[in-house]
């Protein structure tokens, strides 16, 4: 839960975005370095919505087989790190053990975040649509 005060926020607008980090996964394997994913979905999700918003909160889904700890806490420290750095909560998140799904030692990500937009006048989903027929 996320309580947003509507009296510092006049008009709020909600904006988000969901993103995942794609091959960069395959690099961090085969470095054994994982704190860097975390960062980047933060970040992917944040230059997504860079519409002079103000990032709220993100969390985030982990899918694994079966992950070490350490591994498990490296992303977690990215992910907060580059909360930290873009002025949004880390709220939580799911994470999901699939033993046989995935290769031993390996995962995928997805992330979320949630922004706020004070400009009353932005378009809607409906008018971007018939502004690109």
Not at 72 to 92: K, M, P, Q, V, Y
Not at 100 to 117: H, K, N, Q, T, V
Request: include cysteine.
């Amino acid at each position: 839960m996320f309580a947003l005060d509507t009296k510092k926020f006049r008009q709020p607008v909600l904006v988000s975005s969901v993103d995942g980090v794609g091959t960069k996964l395959k690099i961090a394997f085969a470095m054994g370095r994982h704190d860097t994913v975390g960062q980047d979905l933060v970040n992917h999700c944040v230059n997504d919505i860079a519409v002079s918003a103000r990032n709220l909160f993100s969390f985030g889904l982990h899918r694994d087989g079966t992950v070490a700890a350490a591994c498990f806490t490296e992303l977690i420290s990215g992910f907060a790190r580059a909360c930290a750095d873009n002025h949004c909560a880390l709220i939580g998140g799911e994470t999901a053990q699939m033993p046989g799904f995935y290769r031993e030692g390996e995962y995928d990500l997805s992330g979320r975040l949630s922004a706020w937009w004070k400009n009353p006048g932005c378009w809607t989903g409906v008018e971007s649509s018939r502004a690109m027929r």
